[in-house]
């Protein structure tokens, strides 16, 4: 994603956000004696909703901006918010359901589980490592990866899950069929 010039705002008064010049902050309250941070703080539905408008930006091919995407993380993992997290979940799920479309093993995976799990596994993963850890993304692009990699294992760890589960049923199939030969 592209990057404007930008201003340092606020969201929920818990920490910067680069936003590009010209976009109006959220309105404040007539009462805020402070104008930096407190009138320039973005809701995190105010700032789902512009991280959505960014991603269709960047997939038209337009100017972008990953700052609000960014700073939803940031909320999500770092501040452990949960209506950023499901924020997250609002804007990254069709991604998510376009690299599993994508996969190479989607078909053998959509076998055994429906697209709905896979994308709750891939988030549920995602969710586990960054908010252990902590993880700040300093790009957005760098959360994808992440995000793709945490895919790509829910998958392959089912489709190894149901294979183990087939050759234990298989061989224990074999095991009864070898014990009945030998006892008749």
């Not at 940031?74 to 949960?82: G, N, P, T």
């Not at 709750?120 to 992440?146: C, D, S």
């Not at 298989?170 to 069929?177: D, E, F, L, P």
């Amino acid at each position: 994603m592209r990057d404007g010039t930008i201003e340092m705002h606020m969201v929920n008064g818990k920490g910067p956000l680069a936003l590009p010049r010209g976009l109006p902050p959220e309105p404040s309250s007539p009462g805020s004696a402070e104008p930096a941070a407190a009138e320039r703080a973005l809701s995190i539905s105010a700032l789902v909703e512009q991280c959505r408008r960014e991603i269709q930006a960047y997939h038209r091919g337009e100017p972008s901006n990953e700052a609000y995407g960014l700073e939803l993380l940031y909320c999500a993992i770092v501040q452990e918010d949960q209506d950023a997290w499901a924020g997250i979940q609002q804007c990254l799920s069709e991604q998510v359901r376009g690299w599993l479309y994508g996969h190479p093993r989607r078909e053998a995976a959509l076998r055994w589980e429906g697209e709905a799990s896979y994308v709750a596994l891939a988030f549920e993963r995602f969710w586990q490592a960054t908010v252990q850890q902590k993880v700040a993304f300093r790009t957005l692009a760098g959360a994808l990866v992440y995000l793709r990699a945490s895919l790509n294992g829910a998958l392959l760890d089912t489709l190894r899950a149901y294979a183990h589960g087939m050759r234990n049923e298989i061989v224990a199939s074999k095991q009864k069929m070898i014990g009945d030969v030998s006892s008749s």
